[in-house]
């Protein structure tokens, strides 16, 4: 790729800024994955800097999108269904307890322990049914009533997005 220092033209006058090498820098910007573009002569320096915050919450969207179509795949080849399949999502009764963060689901307190609930399993209102992990912090993930473990939604280890349910719980 050619250096933008070079292949931008010459300015008329080192204090005019130059609209056409604006546009040129923006341009490869547009035309590399470059977030920020640097020209300096003597004592003009331009910079062009692409924004960054959009970029990330366009690509959080169009993450659940792509996840959906594989979910559904793997669930019509394999007679059990994936607890992520919508149609198993709206064929359940009971109480969801929901993932309040981005993370990893533990089920286990350590690697070699129990897990803290089964499916069957009678929980108290506070006890924990599960960790996820987020930013090196485990966060305790509690029953919010009294009830019994119908289904844990999710496998040991694995990532969950905010609001995911994790566990169903009935009276």
Same mark, same amino acid.
């Given at each position: 790729?050619?250096?933008?220092? *070079?292949?931008?033209?010459?300015?008329?006058?080192?204090?005019?800024?130059?609209?056409? $090498?604006?546009?040129?820098?923006?341009?490869?910007?547009?035309? *590399?994955? $470059? *977030?920020?573009?640097?020209?300096?002569?003597?004592?003009?320096?331009?910079?062009?800097?692409?924004?960054?915050?959009?970029?990330?919450?366009?690509?959080?969207?169009?993450?659940?999108?792509?996840?959906?179509?594989?979910?559904?795949?793997?669930?019509?080849?394999?007679?059990?269904?994936?607890?992520?399949?919508?149609? *198993?999502?709206?064929?359940?009764?009971?109480?969801?307890?929901?993932?309040?963060?981005?993370?990893?689901?533990?089920?286990?307190?350590?690697?070699?322990?129990?897990?803290?609930?089964?499916?069957?399993?009678?929980?108290?209102?506070?006890?924990? $049914? $599960?960790?996820?992990?987020?930013?090196?912090?485990?966060?305790?993930?509690?029953?919010?009533?009294?009830?019994?473990?119908?289904?844990?939604?999710?496998?040991?280890?694995?990532?969950?997005?905010?609001?995911?349910?994790?566990?169903?719980?009935?009276?």
């Amino acid at each position: 790729m050619a250096d933008p220092k *070079t292949t931008a033209p010459k300015l008329k006058n080192e204090a005019e800024i130059d609209a056409t $090498l604006v546009r040129q820098l923006a341009d490869i910007l547009n035309d *590399t994955d $470059l *977030t920020e573009i640097e020209v300096e002569r003597g004592e003009l320096r331009i910079r062009v800097a692409r924004e960054i915050t959009a970029a990330p919450v366009m690509q959080y969207a169009a993450a659940p999108m792509a996840h959906a179509a594989p979910a559904a795949a793997p669930a019509a080849a394999a007679p059990v269904s994936m607890p992520s399949d919508p149609a *198993t999502i709206v064929a359940r009764a009971g109480e969801e307890v929901k993932s309040p963060m981005v993370g990893t689901a533990y089920l286990k307190p350590a690697p070699e322990a129990p897990a803290f609930i089964a499916p069957g399993d009678k929980v108290k209102k506070g006890q924990t $049914l $599960l960790i996820v992990e987020a930013m090196k912090t485990m966060n305790p993930i509690q029953a919010p009533r009294d009830g019994v473990v119908k289904e844990v939604l999710v496998g040991d280890a694995q990532p969950v997005e905010f609001g995911e349910p994790l566990v169903l719980l009935e009276a």
